[in-house]
């Protein structure tokens, strides 16, 4: 399996309060990927990087933030959670013919 | 990215070949054909990917039509640790992957 992991496994957080998850990557991957998945719309791309420091928009960025300071490590912060961000998320990874290869996930529930 | 379609289920009994079909009839010449598995509560995992000519892996065979407006994953000894939801996915092979519905396969003991 590729070296992916994510941090934490599982949340409960408050509406309102910051939530930062983490992915962890030991392949030197350039390509990073969050996305999230809800019952009834499949997986969906929520922002990507493509470097350190580079990252780009996806489908369902709006609420979300992303940083890559470090080729190992991306970021993912919801500012002010909302009960609607409630899902799991999944981390990926490129690999070198743009195959993914996808994390744990991380079950983020809002009350 | 060119759209696909998926039988919504599939059953398959144990030991046999899991033949996955797809259709992409609107795909490109630069696009290549990928397909995931995501068993349930765990992350998608890659399975396989090609262009136009046939692939095989320790994981399963690819069969891509002449014409490439169609696909067909198969498992040729499916177990029931391979019962999962499979996407079919046209990509160029750029950074962003459109999961759809996928197909059900439910391994029969």
């Known amino acids: 399996d590729a070296g992916i992991t994510q941090s934490p496994r599982h949340k409960v957080t408050e509406t309102g309060t910051p939530v930062t998850l983490r992915c962890h990557q030991t392949?030197?991957?350039?390509?990073m990927y969050w996305y999230r998945q809800d019952p009834g719309h499949g997986l969906r791309l929520i922002h990507y990087?493509?470097?350190?420091?580079?990252?780009d928009k996806g489908e369902v960025s709006d609420g979300y933030s992303v940083s890559r300071s470090k080729t190992e490590d991306f970021l993912l912060t919801l500012e002010s959670a909302t009960s609607s961000q409630t899902s799991v998320y999944f981390c990926?990874?490129?690999?070198?013919?743009?195959?993914?290869?996808f994390g744990p996930g991380t079950r983020l529930t809002v009350t | 990215d060119a759209k696909t379609t998926q039988p919504t289920s599939m059953d398959c009994a144990e030991g046999r070949a899991a033949n996955l079909p797809c259709n992409h009839s609107?795909?490109?010449?630069?696009?290549?054909v990928y397909w995931y598995r995501q068993i349930h509560s765990q992350g998608p995992q890659y399975i396989i990917h090609?262009?136009?000519n046939n692939e095989t892996n320790e994981m399963a065979s690819l069969i891509i039509t002449e014409d490439r407006k169609s696909s067909t994953l198969i498992l040729p000894h499916a177990t029931l640790r391979d019962t999962a939801v499979y996407y079919c996915?046209?990509?160029?092979?750029?950074?962003?992957?459109?999961f759809g519905t996928g197909t059900r396969l439910t391994i029969i003991p």
């Open positions: 090609g262009l136009k």
């Open positions: 990926a990874i490129g690999g070198t013919t743009y195959e993914q290869y």
């Open positions: 990087s493509y470097g350190v420091k580079d990252t």
């Open positions: 609107t795909i490109s010449g630069n696009e290549y």
């Open positions: 996915i046209v990509n160029e092979g750029n950074e962003k992957l459109t």
């Open positions: 392949e030197n991957h350039r390509y």
